[in-house]
């Protein structure tokens, strides 16, 4: 008898599943990937019933279910729903990457603990950080990382409403206090930003959220990170390809555009669904997981690099 396939279940809380997931899924070696869109947490019982119970108990332990949406309170909603809707032994392991922010924001904060010695730091405890578009799938991730880390963190929307909103959120889902602030403008952010040691900015793409004028104004010996590879970018003046680069018309603030984190983002979610693919029982893949993965690839690149050196 021929072994069951490995079959993922791509349930979207937008209207469409996303094909840079389904693609994904393949090349990380499943062999059938199912998606669903405008799922909710009212719909995903049954969803989820019916992939449970429908292959047996070896069936069951190679169906698998990736959770994604744009509103992270609604995945919360689904992640909760379909993990209560479980019935031991068939319980399936479930992979969580809203808008692939969780992916995203993980590589991010990865790369730049990476790189901190390039401003003679060698971990986030105690240093300052400042993340723009704080409120959306990467930024809360960005944030919720760094101040596990140590960090003190300023989590910045363009209204104060939504950022106590949202910080209120993550202390209760994670226990973590930020500080929440509107970003204002461009004298505001000089304000906000001159004392901190890193600077992320995870807005929507295509809007500018830190310029020149006011990268200007700031102290040296500052890291700037940018998840946005649509001009314009987040951080003016910055190159969407490199990492860890002076920026050319400020000395002293090195910076990682959005690209160099993205070639991470796009191996850490393929190594997190080849480890999905053989997970046992109700194992549940989040950004805790994602982050461990990002910074071992980190690690290897750091370690490839001293060998080439010391040959």
Not at 83 to 111: C, E, H, N, W
Not at 165 to 178: Q, S
């Amino acid at each position: 008898m021929a072994e069951k396939k490995y079959i993922l279940y791509l349930l979207d809380a937008d209207k469409w599943a996303s094909p840079f997931d389904i693609n994904v899924a393949y090349d990380a070696g499943f062999d059938v990937v199912i998606p669903y869109g405008s799922v909710t947490a009212e719909t995903i019982r049954t969803l989820v019933e019916d992939a449970m119970f429908s292959r047996g108990l070896d069936g069951a332990q190679r169906t698998k279910i990736f959770l994604n949406g744009s509103d992270l309170n609604v995945v919360r909603d689904m992640l909760k729903t379909a993990r209560k809707s479980m019935v031991t032994p068939f319980d399936l392991s479930i992979f969580v990457d809203p808008r692939g922010g969780y992916t995203t924001g993980s590589a991010m904060v990865a790369q730049v603990e990476a790189y901190l010695n390039k401003i003679g730091k060698t971990s986030f405890e105690g240093l300052k950080v400042v993340v723009f578009g704080g409120t959306g799938p990467v930024g809360q991730v960005v944030s919720v990382l760094c101040a596990q880390n140590g960090a003190e963190v300023v989590l910045l929307s363009r209204r104060q409403e939504k950022a106590e909103r949202i910080a209120g959120e993550l202390k209760e889902l994670y226990k973590v206090d930020l500080i929440p602030k509107a970003n204002g403008d461009d004298p505001q952010r000089v304000e906000t930003c001159k004392d901190a040691d890193i600077i992320f900015t995870c807005g929507t793409a295509g809007i500018q959220l830190v310029s020149l004028n006011v990268l200007k104004q700031l102290p040296k010996n500052k890291i700037l990170a940018d998840v946005n590879a649509v001009p314009p970018l987040g951080i003016e003046g910055i190159n969407v390809n490199k990492k860890n680069k002076e920026h050319p018309e400020v000395p002293g603030l090195y910076y990682h555009g959005a690209l160099s984190v993205g070639s991470v983002k796009l191996k850490v979610e393929k190594k997190g669904l080849k480890a999905l693919m053989t997970a046992e029982g109700k194992k549940t893949f989040d950004f805790v997981d994602f982050f461990d993965t990002a910074r071992k690839v980190y690690a290897k690149k750091k370690a490839k690099k001293a060998e080439k050196q010391k040959a």
